[in-house]
């Protein structure tokens, strides 16, 4: 089964940083399109950030110009680079394919911007 782990979370300030990180030890993230997702309590899980295999890369026009999707294929390790994070950014924060997601999720790890 596949399974991801995410980690780097934490309480940023308004205009801060933080960067994510997901592995899996089961599913390449180089040969395959990943994304990062998030989810606020009570609100429908959103995609933030798309990864292609080829390395081309989409955002939601709430994070354009402020995160970064990234990988390392050597760690199979899938990268989110948030910066000017604002109190809307507040949210868990998981990885998984785009689409269709696999219906088994991580744990995600919880962002939470204080102003």
């Known amino acids: 089964q596949v399974q991801f782990v995410e980690s780097g979370g934490g309480l940023a300030q308004f205009g801060g940083s933080l960067r994510l990180s997901c592995y899996s030890s089961a599913f390449s993230f180089s040969l395959n399109r990943m994304a990062w997702h998030r989810q606020v309590p009570g609100k429908q899980r959103e995609l933030v950030a798309r990864?292609?295999?080829?390395?081309?890369?989409n955002y939601a026009d709430s994070v354009k110009g402020r995160f970064i999707i990234s990988r390392d294929d050597a760690k199979n390790t899938l990268y989110l680079q948030m910066n000017k994070l604002q109190a809307e950014d507040t949210a868990v924060y998981y990885c998984n394919r785009p689409w269709p997601p696999f219906d088994a999720w991580g744990q995600g790890t919880q962002v939470t911007v204080s102003s």
């Open positions: 990864l292609d295999s080829s390395g081309q890369a």
